[in-house]
């Protein structure tokens, strides 16, 4: 296929590699957002291809990773309801709750389904409408369209046995978050390229100048990432915090006006808590009250949940970036993807799986040249 | 309908409606995020073309 090779070619992979390794003079820290490049970053050793001075910090963008623990908890008490079909994306079904996870709903005879989109989810209430379907909405802005989508199609269709559980956030609220702590590390920010695909470029403007950080749009391709780190370290090296787009081909200043409108005429923001982060004001989407019919927290009652992490999982310090995956004690050992302590052991692009599925075995990556022509 | 190199799945345009047959979208959960703007898909190799000009420019030719 055109343009996807291309993209993953190993011998520029290291030639951006050599121009960042002449426009770096000093140490700089650097925080992906996306945990869709936190995933490729690992998989094709993209940080081992880096100068040492350049460290890259893996943020909190995978969606299944800060959903938090009362969220799995309500998603489970729902699935575990007679006469429900409970769908959502396959790797929420192994995130641990306080007591238990979807999978062993489905093991107990609950009807738990995995769907690609939260559009077959509408459709499958169509077709089952003696069953209550409930669609657990997770992710970022990124998601929000599909979400409002079937949430839209459901009341202009009248299907009254669907609703969602919504717990959808935001990136530039959590990435702010980080900046304000006292303890923040990231110099600069490469921007989840499909986030700004639907929300564009400009929200991220005033973060830039209030933090003095540069903050570059990425794709998610190798040589995608290694120009966002070329063009952020430019920044860092030149004294400059701009907002610049590496990912032009998909993303327009303005991001998608239709997508926008359409997040827009079916949720409202609200303050929401992230696993590892806390609650953060603005951060997350609900649906607004015209659409309380389809949201499965008022359809079925569901009380607060209150919630403790299990102790031993450090997934909060990960998500943060303040620890990579590799210094948590339990992490290869009491933690790994078949018994996961925490989220971002689950899904495929949490941090914790990345590391435990490309550097628990063979070493090398892109520097030898291995990962990079696999893809 | 879009063709993932090779695998045929319908796909929800009502946000990207300017697509053409033949074109490329960015797709995310069965929905069109974005129109890929193929002037723009060299971009990563012409950026790094003209780093590599600029250094030799600096350096006194190859």
């Known amino acids: 296929m055109k343009y996807l090779d291309e993209y993953r070619d190993g011998a520029k992979a290291r030639a951006y590699a050599r121009q960042i390794g002449r426009a770096t003079t000093r140490p700089w820290a650097i925080m992906e957002v996306c945990g869709g490049q936190t995933h490729a970053i690992v998989k094709f050793g993209i940080d081992e291809l880096l100068p040492q001075f350049i460290t ?93 989508m079937a949430a839209y199609q459901a009341a202009e269709r009248g299907v009254k046995n669907f609703s969602m559980l919504v717990t959808h956030v935001l990136a530039p609220p959590a990435m702010e978050a ?7 590390r990231v110099q600069g920010f490469l921007a989840a390229g499909h986030v700004c695909a639907v929300m564009g470029c400009a929200e991220y403007e005033p973060m830039a100048a209030k933090y003095r950080v540069p903050i570059v749009v990425t794709g998610f391709e190798p040589l995608d990432i290694l120009q966002g780190v070329l063009m952020c370290v430019r920044q860092l090296e030149e004294g400059r915090a701009e907002v610049e787009n590496q990912y032009a081909r998909a993303v327009r200043r303005g991001g998608n006006q239709h997508a926008q409108e359409l997040i827009r005429r079916v949720f409202e ?36 949940h209150d919630t403790a992490e299990n102790p031993e999982c450090r997934s909060g310090l990960v998500l943060q970036g303040r620890i990579k995956p590799a210094e948590c004690p339990a992490f290869g050992t009491r933690c790994s993807p078949e018994h996961p302590l925490g989220a971002p052991m689950v899904s495929s692009e949490g941090a914790c799986a990345a590391y435990y599925r490309y550097r628990s075995r063979a070493p090398g990556g892109v520097a030898d040249g291995g990962n990079m022509r696999k893809g | 309908m879009v063709d993932f190199g090779g695998i045929q799945k319908e796909v929800n345009l009502a946000c990207v409606p300017e697509a053409q047959v033949g074109d490329y979208v960015i797709v995310h959960v069965g929905f069109a995020l974005s129109r890929v703007e193929e002037s723009e898909a060299n971009a990563v190799f012409e950026y790094l073309r003209q780093m590599d000009e600029l250094l030799e420019l600096k350096e006194g030719g190859p």
Not at chain 1, 178 to 184: D, G, N, T, V
Not at chain 1, 272 to 298: C, Q, T, V
Request: aromatic share 8%; charged share 20%; hydrophobic share 45%.
């Open chain 1, 269 to 304: 923001v609200v303050p929401r808590k992230w696993r590892g982060l806390g609650e953060i004001p603005a951060s997350g989407l609900r649906l607004r009250s015209h659409y309380e019919a389809w949201d499965a927290e008022k359809k079925f009652g569901l009380a607060g």
């Open chain 1, 178 to 184: 980080l900046l304000a702590s006292p303890e923040c």
């Open chain 1, 56 to 148: 890259l910090i893996h943020g909190p963008g995978c969606p299944v990773c800060v959903t938090p623990l009362e969220y799995i908890d309500k998603a489970i008490e729902i699935a575990a309801r007679p006469g429900t079909i409970f769908c959502s994306f396959g790797d929420m079904l192994r995130v641990p709750g306080s007591a238990t996870d979807l999978l062993a709903v489905k093991a107990g005879g609950g009807d738990v389904r995995m769907v690609y989109s939260p559009l077959d989810a509408v459709k499958l209430a169509t077709q089952n409408p003696s069953w209550e379907v409930v669609f657990f909405a997770v992710g970022f802005e990124t998601t929000a369209p599909a979400t409002a």
